[in-house]
């Protein structure tokens, strides 16, 4: 029930996790499959006793706060919704509601409201930009920049980032992802996910002078450029183990060499793939190294979804896994902005999906497939990163779990096997690869995690992010023609017009924008300060409860270099 | 005065080569069905543009008596931005040659209906210009004074007095307001109708649709005009296409450089007044607003010139897209707001139609007007900046356009230098402001260095020089943000740089002027340059001459310093922005010969200017020789070693007139020598210094400085420079005529300086230039340029003394007694101040060893 309360719909590792449901208490409490309310009162106890062991895991101490603050919030929140069994009902709009008649109930109607400029400091603490550099005056790629920004709702977030360009092949990577049961997974991803890219794409003779590199202990040809914000980190123990799998990797495919020249769509593919596999080896092996160790499994345990976009002069591939993301933005020839939807959501909104999977296993267990809308009741994603719960087999789980050390022998989630767990895997990180030709009318590329998704509409999104990347509140021009329009009612109108487009300069920033209006948006579809002033100020334990951790990422195509492309395929 | 600005083309007009015409090729009226005529196969002149610039100068070169004129227009006569203007004459013009081409426009069209019988509109409403804050009417009060003297009558008048002169302004937001009754209006279509009218009659063959492709340019010189319909030979082209100029500029082989841009402009107008405007209510000019108003067939006419305008046609485009331009009116906001506060009555007036007319606009604010310098008989007149209604009468003229080089012609530039200039139309002119865009084109090696220092930097013709150096500690954004029309704030600082030169020693980098080197195998290069140069050349080599480079007329085209390096290679320095003209003006009158080389250097070398008692010192340490003057005599060049660093040309002048050298560096050295002459200066307490502080020395030692106080219609007789002209130096020289006959007949202007008397520096307005200087009450002349002397304590002006004569108002011989005898005030912004008038500087200010240089650059050689 804690779970529930304190988690979204989504998932619960508690932990506290979000994307799995899972009814976990703390863990002294039994475990339970189908669990009961738990009364009130014993969270209290949670708190002042349970606090140092529920800490006592890195990856998971971010959720203890989320327990127990959220604890003296259920009191009021069991008022209203009693009955209700945890998990999925939760819906971040019902919160609203009940964070209201709570904060009353509890009578500290504080109204504390940020000011513009603290509301923006908050929004632009992770914005990120980065413009490719011109040479000779001209930006021959097909790429000008790209804006990036996220925001948290979890403390710390799970959402990742990636941007990168290659250096031994042409084009530009760039993803988000998504992790569920902790962050592991995804920062796993996000430092490793471009390198298998790369990688994969890299002709033989390259392969083979890094391979020689590597075995002569000369300098590596450097593989690819990031481009990261400073909170963007990559971790410096797990590199020496990364490194070596990668290595082994790149071995295979000079092994294999076809000989034939790499396809993107099968090298992102194959590098998704890889990848996963990779991550549930290192887990399986383990590593004589404690905290390397740990780290491993925390990630293989814990799950992430990606969205990768490979941009080279004119072909756009994406590769997705889960419910992240990719929107083309089109300007349309009168000057409107429609969106382009370049990647299915591995959901089970998804009928294909759904489809999918129910043929990858028995007929027998078609009713515990899905369930409320999730992975065996459980997962919203069908596709992920990680997850190891979803992919091994029971006796595998076990057998790593009881190996492993304390930390996950202590905790529930990882010991906790999922109901009707008879065929394994259920998940995989296999993506679906979407390619588009860009046209001179693609003038962006939105990718974000479901946390924008759920809040805008993407023709909103195409709209918000067209306008602001020309500049222009695409607003009819105003033409007096033959009416009869007095000086007077003309400037009224102008004033009421220069309000509504002041909002567009407050941010250099594309996806700052993005957040500001999906956090900030009313009901007219315009950013209304209070409102956002309002979710942001929530503490930050509580923040989860009515929005998802938001990344963005919105790429801006160069439209003259795609029309000469274009001119020159003709 | 205007008759004056025509001289040059009456000049040409009375060229031999001149062939008359008869009357019979008139072609017909302007209303003329297309291609009546074919194109003729030649032609004296050819104009290309039917607008009001292109009629005006067919207008006027007819009736001056040049008969075989065509003049092309693409589309329609008086089609492009002609068609669209607001018809404001208006006279309150800041700089005075434009004054005097809009007063000559406007007495113009005045009579223009009578001459011609075509209807152009005229009518005389008067202008008010409204300042809602006290500089604005300081600054329309030194316009005032100007007007005044030049007999427009202008008042100016308070916030009371306006509203009895016009009912539906609110007042409550101003301070004060300048009224000038004889302000007009027109239909700008018209006058230009009416121009073409009156310029057919006379014989001009007007050619309507025919558009022009290129103009040919053989050796220098137009030859023809490549048309859709066909080839026309020519000696004159005279290009008036508005802001197809630049285009027309590039399209030939030989491109001519055109330096403007145009921007959209917006005017709105509405339906009239329940009870119609009354057709004489004068026109509103709100330039805190940023919005002109007028009346216009009983509703009003009001456009105005917006903070964040939108240039256009950058790529070039066709003249059709101009009818489809689109109103803004997201855009027009900001102006309809000043509108509406100006006049809130307006509230319940119907809209008619907000138009949008592209204007052209230039990288300096002033139009561009006179020959090209890169090709004879190409004349251009263009970039009127929104004006070209008060201007289009009186342009023709022979002002430079030379000022711009290679440099402005980058349509990048152009395009963010007019997006700051439009705004700057409404934008308060304080002294000394500079342009913002465009910045930091040509630097000095040293720029990063002084930058650290503190340099704050000024720009001349696209190079970076520094004002002064602020010392570390000082609220910097407070320095550059306060500009005002009294004691600026960086009267300190400049204080203690001048003081640093008189007492020890400081540092000016002078890169930016302009560098030439001329040499030849034989005597050419002497030869040629005794021709072109008023002062003897022909000294021992290391000697350097100041000297003018004349015109026929005796005017100086340039004011150098030349250094003869050997006997057949001398170094010219110029003023920085003679790289053009004067390169220019060489090319022309250098006999084409091989074996005469002449080169542009100023790029090879970085200046270094040493001034001050303490230079001699600092230089003998690092050049381990002697300086003093037994070694080194003023006047002096020499090629030396300076620190590590060999080839350094040092000459004995440093511009001011104080003693010192300036070193020419090659640019690799500069950082070097930099160093060394300021780790070797620290004991002589050396420290930095800018253009301010050199500005403040040359005028209080009376050196006048070309582009200031010396143009082309100035002679060295009449700015005390005899001395520099060696009229029995055995050789014929340019404008040697026109000096002896001024030698023999006096002079009808003289450059006097003149010491404010009774001027509080800290409580008064400071001079500018441009200011009125009045002998005995009357007005004589205008100041060319002003400053501090920090030595006498005391505001110093230079300025020009003419003698009218009291009855018929001709132009009189100035004598020494004329200006010793007479009273002076000098009127800033209609407050008149006592002046001493001198011909000769302050010997007191000499309490230095007096040098060579001194004596003859300050101009006057005492008996």
């Known amino acids: 029930m804690l779970a529930a309360s304190c988690c979204d719909r989504r998932m619960c590792v508690c932990p506290g996790p979000r994307r799995i449901a899972i009814p976990v208490r703390s863990s002294r409490l039994p475990l339970l499959s189908d669990a009961m309310p738990a009364p009130a009162h014993l969270f209290p106890l949670i708190r002042n006793c349970e606090i140092s062991r529920l800490g006592s895991t890195a990856c998971y101490c971010h959720h203890k706060h989320l327990c127990c603050l959220s604890s003296h919030f259920a009191h009021s929140h069991f008022r209203y919704a009693p009955q209700k069994k945890f998990a999925a009902l939760y819906r971040p709009k019902e919160h609203f509601n009940h964070f209201i008649h709570a904060r009353d109930y509890a009578s500290t109607p504080q109204r504390f409201y940020l000011t513009p400029p603290q509301v923006n400091s908050i929004l632009k603490a992770n914005e990120y930009s980065f413009k490719v550099p011109e040479f000779d005056g001209k930006n021959v790629s097909s790429v000008l920049g790209f804006d990036s920004n996220q925001l948290p709702a979890n403390a710390p977030i799970e959402d990742r980032r990636s941007a990168a360009t290659c250096l031994q092949t042409r084009g530009m990577l760039l993803g988000v992802f998504d992790g569920h049961a902790g962050c592991a997974c995804a920062q796993a991803v996000s430092e490793r996910l471009f390198y298998y890219i790369a990688v994969s794409l890299l002709p033989h003779e390259t392969l083979l002078e890094i391979e020689n590199a590597v075995e002569s202990g000369r300098a590596l040809l450097p593989i690819l450029q990031w481009h990261k914000h400073p909170n963007d980190y990559f971790s410096k123990e797990a590199s020496k183990l990364y490194f070596n799998s990668l290595r082994t990797y790149w071995q295979e495919l000079i092994d294999l060499n076809s000989g034939e020249t790499t396809d993107v769509r099968e090298a992102l593919v194959n590098a998704f793939k890889r990848l996963d596999s990779d991550i549930s080896l290192e887990a399986q092996v383990g590593d004589p190294n404690s905290f390397l160790n740990y780290l491993v499994l925390r990630v293989a345990f814990s799950g992430a979804t990606a969205c990768v976009a490979h941009v080279d002069g004119v072909d756009l591939h994406i590769a997705n896994t889960g419910d992240s993301r990719a929107m083309l933005g089109v300007q349309e020839e009168d000057g409107s902005w429609s969106a382009v939807n370049l990647s299915y959501d591995h959901n089970a909104q998804n009928e294909r999906e759904v489809e999918r999977v129910r043929m990858e296993h028995p007929k027998s267990e078609e009713k515990s497939l899905v369930k409320q809308d999730r992975l065996l009741g459980l997962l919203m994603p069908f596709r992920a990163f990680g997850d190891v719960k979803f992919k091994w087999s029971i006796e595998l789980q076990k057998r790593v779990v009881e190996s492993g050390p304390d930390q996950l022998n202590d905790n529930e989630y990882t010991k906790f096997i999922p109901p009707n767990y008879h065929t394994p895997p259920y998940l995989t990180a296999e993506p679906e690869v979407i390619h588009h030709k860009l046209r001179p ?13 759920e809040t805008m509409h993407r023709q909103d999104v195409a709209r918000i992010v067209g306008e602001y990347l020309t500049g222009v509140h695409h607003q009819q021009p105003i033409a007096v023609g033959g009416y009869k329009v007095t000086l007077g009612q003309m400037h009224g109108l102008l004033t009421e017009r220069r309000a509504r487009i002041s909002s567009v300069f407050e941010d250099q920033n594309a996806a700052t924008h993005l957040i500001r209006h999906a956090v900030g948006n009313n009901e007219f ?10 979710m942001l100020s929530l503490p930050e334990e509580l923040a989860r409860m009515y929005r998802d951790d938001i990344t963005i990422t919105v790429v801006q195509f160069n439209s003259h270099v795609i029309g000469a492309y274009q001119n020159e395929e003709l | 005065m205007f008759l004056r600005l025509l001289s040059d083309i009456q000049w040409r007009a009375a060229h031999p080569k001149w062939r008359r015409m008869t009357s019979s090729q008139r072609s017909t009226s302007t209303t003329a069905e297309p291609h009546p005529l074919s194109l003729p196969a030649q032609a004296q002149v050819v104009i290309c543009g039917g607008g009001i610039v292109g009629t005006s100068v067919a207008y006027h070169l007819s009736k001056m008596g040049w008969k075989d004129i065509v003049l092309l227009e693409q589309g329609r006569l008086a089609a492009g931005t002609t068609r669209f203007c607001a018809g404001i004459v208006s006279t309150a013009r800041p700089v005075s040659i434009e004054l005097k081409m809009a007063h000559y426009s406007n007495k113009l069209y005045e009579q223009l209906e009578q001459e011609t019988g075509v209807q152009t509109g005229y009518m005389k409403t008067g202008s008010i210009s409204l300042a809602q804050t006290q500089d604005r009417l300081i600054s329309l009060k030194r316009i005032a004074s100007s007007l005044n003297v030049m007999g427009i009558p202008c008042e100016i008048i308070s916030p009371k007095k306006v509203l009895q002169l016009h009912p539906l302004i609110n007042i409550h937001d101003l301070v004060g307001a300048m009224y000038v009754p004889e302000d007009a209006l027109v239909s700008s279509a018209n006058v230009s109708l009416a121009l073409a009218t009156a310029a057919s009659r006379n014989g001009v063959q007007i050619h309507e649709r025919t558009s022009v492709s290129h103009i040919t340019i053989q050796k220098g010189q137009v030859t023809g005009v490549e048309t859709d319909r066909g080839r026309i030979q020519c000696e004159y082209f005279v290009n008036c296409a508005g802001q197809w100029a630049y285009e027309l500029g590039h399209s030939g082989e030989e491109p001519v450089h055109i330096p403007l841009h145009a921007c959209e402009h917006f005017y709105l107008l509405t339906h009239p007044f329940k009870e119609p405007l009354s057709s004489s209510l004068p026109t509103i000019v709100d330039p805190d607003g940023r919005i002109y108003i007028r009346n216009w067939q009983g509703g009003i006419l009001s456009g105005g010139f917006e903070k964040n305008p939108k240039p256009l046609f950058t790529e070039g485009r066709n003249q059709l897209e101009i009818q489809n331009l689109q109103e803004d009116w997201d855009h027009f906001g900001p102006l309809l707001s000043a509108l509406l506060r100006r006049m809130p009555g307006l509230e319940a007036l119907q809209i008619m139609q907000l138009v949008n007319c592209p204007e052209s606009f230039t990288p300096d604010m002033r139009c561009i007007m006179g020959e090209s310098p890169t090709a004879r008989g190409y004349f251009v007149l263009a970039g009127m900046n929104s004006a070209g209604v008060s201007y289009g009468g009186g342009a023709v003229s022979s002002w430079r356009s030379k000022r711009f080089g290679t440099l402005q012609s980058s349509r990048t530039f152009l395009r963010h230098r007019v997006m700051e200039v439009m705004p700057l139309m409404c934008d308060l002119k304080v ?76 540092v000016i980098d002078m890169s930016s002027f302009t560098k030439f080197e001329i040499s030849s195998t034989g005597d050419q290069a002497l030869e040629s340059l005794q021709y072109l140069f008023s002062n003897d050349l022909d000294v021992p080599v290391g000697h350097v001459v100041h000297t003018g480079m004349l015109n026929e007329k005796g005017g100086y085209e340039n004011d150098c310093s030349i250094a003869r390096l050997s006997k057949r290679s001398f170094f010219m320095i110029s003023p920085t922005d003679q790289q053009v003209h004067c390169w220019a003006w060489l090319k022309n009158h250098l006999p084409d010969d091989s074996n005469l080389m002449m080169e542009d250097v100023t790029w090879k070398y970085t200046a270094l200017n040493l001034i001050g008692p303490r230079a001699v010192d600092v230089l003998s340490e690092l050049s381990y020789a002697p300086m003093t003057a037994e070694h080194f005599p003023s006047l002096f060049c020499k090629e030396m070693s300076v620190g590590y660093a060999n080839g350094i040309r040092v000459m004995s002048i440093t511009h001011t007139g104080e003693p010192g050298f300036v070193l020419y560096i090659p ?3 500069a950082l070097h020598v930099y160093n060394e002459v300021m780790n070797m200066g620290q004991k002589y307490g050396i420290r930095n210094a800018g253009y301010y502080a050199l500005r403040s020395l040359r005028i209080e030692k009376f050196f006048a400085f070309w582009g200031q106080d010396l143009d082309a219609f100035t002679t060295p007789m009449e700015c005390g420079r005899e001395f520099q002209v060696k009229l029995d130096k055995g050789i014929q020289f340019l404008g040697q005529e026109a000096l002896w006959e001024q030698k023999q007949n006096g002079v009808y202007k003289r450059f006097t300086m003149f010491i404010l008397e ?16 009045f002998r005995n009450g009357r007005y004589v002349g205008k100041t060319t340029s002003s400053a501090y002397s920090y030595t006498l304590e005391r505001h110093v002006c230079l300025g020009f003394v003419h003698h009218f004569d009291e009855k018929t108002g001709e132009e009189l011989v100035v004598t020494t007694d004329f200006i010793n005898q007479g009273e002076y005030e000098i009127d800033i912004a209609g407050q008149r101040f006592q002046a001493k008038a001198k011909l000769y500087p302050f010997s007191s200010l000499f309490t230095q060893r007096r040098r060579k240089d001194e004596v003859e650059l300050s101009g006057y050689q005492r008996e």
């Open chain 2, 758 to 773: 009774d001027h509080d520096t800290d409580m008064d307005l400071w001079p500018w230039w441009g200011e009125p200087i």
């Open chain 1, 441 to 453: 009318q693609d003038k962006f590329l939105v990718l974000a995690t479901d946390g924008l998704w």
């Open chain 1, 525 to 534: 579809g315009t950013v209304d300060h209070e409102r956002l002033s309002k």
């Open chain 2, 431 to 506: 002294p000394r402001w500079d342009f913002q865009t465009g910045r930091q084109l040509r630097t000095s090696p040293l720029y990063d260095r002084l930058d650290a220092q503190g340099a704050r930097w000024m720009e001349k013709h696209g190079f970076e020089r520094v004002k002064y150096f602020v010392p570390p500690g000082n609220d910097l954004l407070d320095l550059d943000h306060s500009k005002t029309f009294y004691k600026p704030d960086w009267f300190d600082i400049v204080g203690s740089e001048v003081k640093c030169c008189k007492e020890a020693v400081c």
């Open chain 2, 667 to 669: 640019i690799e050295y």
